[in-house]
């Protein structure tokens, strides 16, 4: 059990801020983090209590227990030899959302050097959306791309869902129950038709708890071509000529992919910049290939310059793929 002589009449024991791994303090043995992280709801507060081992030959005094952030509710002031005393803290959760840590000093009288702890807990809203309140999709144009997010209440409360809406036509929104009252599964799809390019929206999600009447999952997607280049162009902006000898000045590259490809080739690629000499590499077999460009510092004259480079494929979707080059060199 814990003693409680340790008390505000005692002895000071303040709340402050503590800087783990500052100065010539060292953890306790025995400090450490759980291997799971417990979860505590946003709003709330919890008690944690210490073990703070005495392997010595003396006792041990506590002469100050200091915890960021915190209360300390309870201590064993005095810790015989070859015996284990109790530090318990009361930590707020407060607004706080994601992992919280609590960090725990406990000074000793004497020469004894300090001993630092600290509490690790994952605060989740009241009503959770896991893993995360919102989402992203990376695909290529026509391949399908799905998110499962649970709706997770953790008020005593039951939780009705009434209803499930999308901002935006092309993500598609399905519920489903887990566990009524306590636990929803929300599917999200993106339609396959979504063209090219980035688009965003927003599920709403409508419960029967007033103080948590809508919640908001924002969404967004990246859409790509199915053969596709990793540069949208290739800039040589304001390059000394006199570093034209190097790879980061002279050199870029680009990698052309087909989404799951399998047999998949570039033929060719050229560029009308009469300085600039292409190269082509398999990279992934099927798959991607790299294009190297590079000026060649023998032939390139000073001053700015443009054109293209092109790009022919075996792709009937992508014949041809035209990046713009533009540069100046100093």
């Known amino acids: 059990m814990l003693k409680t002589s340790l008390g505000l009449g005692c002895c000071v024991v303040t709340v402050a801020l503590v800087a783990l791994g500052c100065g010539s303090d060292r953890p306790a043995a025995g400090a450490g983090t759980a291997p799971e992280m417990e979860t505590i709801v946003q709003g709330t507060s919890f008690d944690h209590v210490f073990s703070v081992p005495n392997t010595g030959r003396d006792s041990l005094v506590v002469k100050r227990v200091v915890a960021s952030p915190g209360a300390v509710v309870r201590v064993d002031s005095v810790i015989p030899p070859d015996s284990t005393g109790r530090v318990a ?10 992992v919280m840590n609590a960090a725990i000093r406990v000074e000793f009288a004497g020469k004894h050097p300090p001993a630092r702890y600290r509490v690790l807990r994952r605060v989740v809203a009241p009503v959770e959306i896991a893993p995360q309140n919102d989402f992203y999709f990376f695909t290529a144009h026509g391949e399908p791309a799905h998110r499962t997010l649970s709706i997770v209440n953790h008020v005593e409360r039951p939780l009705q869902v009434r209803a499930v809406t999308s901002s935006n036509p092309l993500f598609h929104a399905v519920l489903g129950p887990v566990e009524a009252g306590r636990r929803y599964q929300v599917d999200i799809s993106l339609d396959s038709a979504a063209p090219v390019g980035r688009h965003t929206g927003t599920i709403r999600i409508a419960t029967d708890n007033p103080q948590f009447a809508t919640l908001a999952v924002e969404g967004y997607a990246v859409v790509k071509p199915v053969v596709s280049a990793s540069l949208d162009e290739l800039d040589y902006e304001r390059v000394n000529h006199d570093f034209l000898d190097r790879d980061a000045a002279a050199q870029r590259t680009v990698l052309v992919r087909k989404y799951r490809g399998t047999d998949f080739r570039v ?41 293209a480079l092109r790009i022919q494929t075996n792709d009937a979707s992508a014949r041809e793929l035209t990046l713009p080059i533009h540069g100046e060199i100093l």
Do not use: K, M
């Open 267 to 307: 033929l060719q690629a050229a560029t009308d910049v009469p300085f600039l000499t292409v190269r082509v590499e398999p990279a992934t077999t099927g798959e991607s290939y790299l294009v190297h460009v590079r000026i060649e510092q023998d032939r390139a004259p000073r001053g700015r310059f443009a054109g």
């Open 89 to 98: 803290v009361r930590v707020p959760v407060g607004n706080v959302l994601g």
